[in-house]
């Protein structure tokens, strides 16, 4: 089957399903163990922690796996100088607007943990000086990272993403179905596997760019595969086909990885020489391969059971740009106040994940949706242009609505 002709709204649900994992995710980093985060509760949670550490394996991953599949539905109708321009529109201007903006008030609570005592509009004042953060500075882009790093790669590959589509890239992509054959698409692991390895220990992630030389890497191949996987006729099948060899895997992975955790059995615990030693390499590769086999998981089984339209995955596709850029900002500054009450962290963190939810989305019902300025600052579609005609068997994948972008 040719993806290209196929309706992919598995990858609508998933999206949808990562953003709501990285709300979980974010929600809990006040009240987890060890973790440093912007603001933190008094007593933490060990068994939060390992939730997030879970989740942590293989979130930003599926997400760049998604943008990858976005980047070829999008490329597959318009010329390489049209997305580029839409990339800018979609993901910069929201960038820059989220740096000025958005970001601020996460900076601002934390300021006030720390001691200072100025209001608000003394303190937004400071990020137009544009000294970095945390040094001293209050101009950062926090968790619009990945809106950065996204807007990068798009950029940079365009050339190579449009050559596929041209008659000697066809011929490329059509030699590559070899890998759709038996279990081969798991050789597509492979060179994150050896990135992870190669450069984890030296640049551990900083989601600073210029120092994040791991990251870069490592996402960049998620990216690269969702690309392939919808560019190679047959590579959805296979990962369809093997999501039982794929769930196997990932399960094993995170028991063998946690064992090794929570037994003190870690190479740096155990090994005088481990930065040299070939133990510590195999444990750091179970990271990149739980990684993987994690969202070829959810991919597989995505597309055996979530290829399904419902009405109100338009209405969601739409709201989850929006929502990513929100959530944190409103997060923390929820979190702010709720770490001063004397309630537990059980508690805190139910309160934390829904009030967050119930108010992003207010927001962007109620003060984005609807005004054009504001659905542009925040990277979504012409309000005539963001409802799917009648009749029209596409997904918001396939039209490239932000929200897939981001699959972020």
């Given at each position: ?12 649900w998933l999206r949808i399903l990562a953003i709501l994992g990285v709300l979980f995710f974010h929600s809990a980093m006040a009240y987890v ?204 099948d296979a990962i369809e086909r093997n999501r039982r060899v794929s769930l ?161």
């Amino acid at each position: 089957m040719n993806p290209s002709s196929s309706r992919q709204t598995y990858l609508d649900w998933l999206r949808i399903l990562a953003i709501l994992g990285v709300l979980f995710f974010h929600s809990a980093m006040a009240y987890v163990a060890e973790w440093e985060w912007h603001i933190k509760n008094k007593e933490t949670s060990n068994l939060l922690m390992e939730f997030n550490y879970w989740l942590s394996r293989f979130r930003m991953p599926l997400l760049f796996f998604i943008s990858g599949t976005v980047a070829y539905f999008m490329l597959r109708s318009k010329s390489g100088w049209s997305f580029v321009g839409l990339r800018f529109r979609r993901l910069l201007i929201p960038l820059l607007f989220g740096m000025l903006v958005i970001v601020p008030p996460q900076i601002y609570v934390e300021r006030l943990t720390q001691g200072y005592t100025g209001n608000y509009w003394q303190f937004w004042a400071t990020v137009f000086e544009f000294k970095p953060y945390p040094a001293g500075g209050s101009f950062s882009w926090h968790h619009l990272w990945f809106i950065l790093y996204l807007f990068i790669y798009d950029v940079l590959f365009t050339p190579l993403f449009k050559w596929t589509f041209s008659e000697k890239g066809q011929r490329a992509m059509r030699k590559l179905q070899w890998l759709a054959q038996g279990k081969r698409m798991y050789f597509l692991i492979v060179p994150g596997i050896i990135i992870y390895c190669s450069l984890v220990l030296k640049f551990p992630g900083t989601n600073d760019l210029i120092h994040d030389w791991c990251n870069i890497f490592y996402w960049l191949q998620f990216l690269l595969v969702g690309f392939i996987a919808m560019a190679v006729p047959g590579m959805v099948d296979a990962i369809e086909r093997n999501r039982r060899v794929s769930l196997t895997v990932a399960f094993l992975s995170l028991i063998l990885l946690n064992y090794l955790r929570w037994n003190d059995i870690e190479p740096w615990e155990l090994l005088t020489n481990w930065k040299s030693d070939w133990r510590t390499y195999a444990y750091l590769a179970i990271t990149p391969i739980m990684a993987w086999s994690w969202v070829l998981t959810g991919v597989g089984y995505g597309k055996k059971y979530m290829n399904k339209r419902h009405r109100v995955l338009d209405y969601l596709n739409q709201a989850v740009y929006p929502f990513y850029i929100l959530h944190q900002s409103v997060m923390l500054v929820l979190v702010y106040y709720i770490v001063q009450v004397n309630e537990t962290i059980g508690m805190k963190y139910i309160f934390t994940v829904g009030v967050t939810f119930f108010l992003s989305m207010g927001i962007y019902h109620l003060l984005i949706r609807p005004f054009p300025v504001m659905r542009f600052l925040f990277g979504m579609k012409p309000k005539d242009k963001a409802v799917p005609r009648a009749g029209k068997e596409r997904t918001a994948v396939a039209e490239g609505v932000p929200g897939v972008e981001l699959a972020n």
